[in-house]
T-cell receptor, first 113, second 112 residues
């Protein structure tokens, strides 16, 4: 079945460091890909998405590119801030009638000032 | 506008008791989803309602779990004879058909 694998955390970085969180997926067909973020004490929020190969999703300085050839959707940010500390989930949706989301296990990111 | 709301925010129950968790979706959203977030299992899909179609129950972990959606709006997730492994945060999300899913704050269930 469809699945998402993302790097395990926690990831600890200093402020202004470059961030990469790796994500790969397994799916039949052409899924939509997502990154969700869960800030401390808050609910899940959609951070960015891409719906087809080579699309780049971006938001709040974060970017991820849908790479069909490597089945990847790595999350990147050039300069992280303390406020980026959160849990990040890579996810996919088959995009059919049954568009439930399949999530990775999440990566906790901790940014030091 | 109002987002997805869930109640209660926290629930502590004894093993073997039944619990009901409530989700109020965003008004006008036709699709409603339940997920479970637990340590070691990440986020798991449980059940999905879309309009008047039969729900997709493929993620329910056992027959102790059931859900209904009355009038195409509010949904209740029921867990019968709770077990300790049911302890988790239960998340509800709603969307327009094929649209972005908006998540509620979750209900933290602790089974003692």
């Amino acid at each position: 079945g469809d699945s998402v694998t993302q790097m395990e955390g926690p990831v600890t970085l200093s402020e202004e460091a470059f961030l990469t969180i790796n994500c790969t997926y397994t799916a039949t067909g052409y899924p939509s890909l997502f990154w969700y973020v869960q800030y401390p004490g808050e609910g899940l929020q959609l951070l960015l998405k891409a719906t087809k190969a080579d699309d780049k999703g971006s938001n709040k300085g974060f970017e991820a590119t849908y790479r069909k050839e490597t089945t990847s959707f790595h999350l990147e940010k050039g300069s992280v801030q303390v406020s980026d500390s959160a849990v990040y989930f890579c996810a996919l949706s088959a995009g059919n009638r049954d568009d439930k989301i399949i999530f990775g296990k999440g990566t906790r990111l901790h940014i030091l000032p | 506008g109002a987002g997805v709301s869930q109640s209660p925010s926290n629930k502590v129950t004894e093993k073997g008791k039944d619990v009901e968790l409530r989700c109020d979706p965003i008004s006008g959203h036709t699709a409603l989803y339940w997920y479970r977030q637990s340590l070691g299992q990440g986020l798991e899909f449980l059940i999905y309602f879309q309009g008047n179609s039969a729900p997709d129950k493929s993620g329910l972990p056992s027959d102790r779990f059931s859900a209904e959606r009355t009038g195409g709006s509010v949904s209740t997730l029921t867990i019968q004879r709770t077990q300790q492994e049911d302890s988790a945060v239960y998340l509800c999300a709603s969307s327009l058909a094929m649209g972005e899913q908006y998540f509620g704050p979750g209900t933290r269930l602790t089974v003692t």
